[in-house]
Nanobody, 115 residues
Framework: QAQLVESGGGLVQPGESLRLSCAASGFTFSNYAMSWYRQAPGKERELVAR???????NYGASVKGRFTISRDNAKNTVNLLMNSLKPEDTAVYYC?????????WGQGTQVTVSS
């Protein structure tokens, strides 16, 4: 059974950094495009960053230049390094795995940026 488990969320001050990790199991991780999405209260879920099976990456406009996504196929993990965090980055961050019709979500981890 496919499973995604996020970790690394927490409370940080503006300008600080945070690293999220997503541990995958139950599917062939290297085949899948892996993404991070986020959802703030009252807002729609939005794409933060995506990395495909060839390590091509793309980012949401609001995080480009501040966030970096990476994957480790040997460890079945995908990471999101978030620098220069802003209050508007506050949201629940979700890990996503997608390959053709297969689409899996993690349970989410809360990131709060506040002074």
């Amino acid at each position: 059974q496919a499973q995604l488990v996020e970790s690394g969320g927490g409370l940080v001050q503006p300008g600080e950094s945070l690293r999220l990790s997503c541990a995958a199991s139950g599917f062939t991780f290297s085949n899948y495009a892996m993404s991070w999405y986020r959802q703030a209260p009252g807002k729609e879920r939005e794409l933060v960053a995506r990395i495909d099976s060839s390590d091509n990456t793309n980012y949401g406009a609001s995080v480009k230049g501040r966030f970096t996504i990476s994957r480790d196929n040997a460890k079945n993990t995908v990471n999101l390094l978030m620098n220069s965090l802003k209050p508007e980055d506050t949201a629940v961050y979700y890990c996503n795995a997608r390959w053709f019709r297969y689409n899996y979500w993690g349970q989410g981890t809360q990131v709060t940026v506040s002074s």
